[in-house]
């Protein structure tokens, strides 16, 4: 118990600490410069785009979002895709069934005397 003595635990539970703080503050400081980037790139296109449509000479909103999707509408595209996934999951079949009876009974598969191991000669 005596080498735990010497051991400074505020020094050590201060050190903790502040790498703990170091960390979160690097990990706050990315997501911000992150969000920054996109913010960046996304009124780079914005820009590119509304060049593009000021040569082609068409107007363009200042707000370009896509038209609001109802439930109903994603149901029915998550429907017509099951049904497209579930129809080309197989092959289409006569539904079928033949049976075709063999003469030969026996069969190596079938035999369990391949599977026991040959015991070894004494001598």
């Not at 505020?10 to 913010?39: D, R, Y």
């Not at 790139?41 to 107007?59: D, H, I, L, N, Y």
């Not at 895709?81 to 190596?108: C, F, W």
Request: proline residues 2%.
């Amino acid at each position: 118990m005596d080498k735990f003595a010497n051991v400074g635990w505020i020094e050590m539970l201060l050190m903790t600490l502040i790498g703990f703080g170091v960390v979160f503050c690097v990990l706050v400081l990315l997501i911000f410069v992150m969000k920054g980037m996109g913010t960046i790139f996304t009124r780079q296109k914005k820009a590119e785009k509304a060049a593009k449509a000021a040569a082609a000479g068409v107007a363009v909103a200042e707000d370009d979002h896509h038209e609001a999707i109802s439930d109903q509408e994603i149901a029915a595209a998550i429907i017509t895709a099951l049904k497209l996934y579930k129809s080309n999951l197989h092959d289409q079949e006569s539904e079928m069934i033949t049976i075709h009876r063999i003469a030969r009974a026996y069969s190596p598969w079938s035999s369990k005397i391949h599977g026991l191991t040959q015991l070894p000669e004494r001598k």
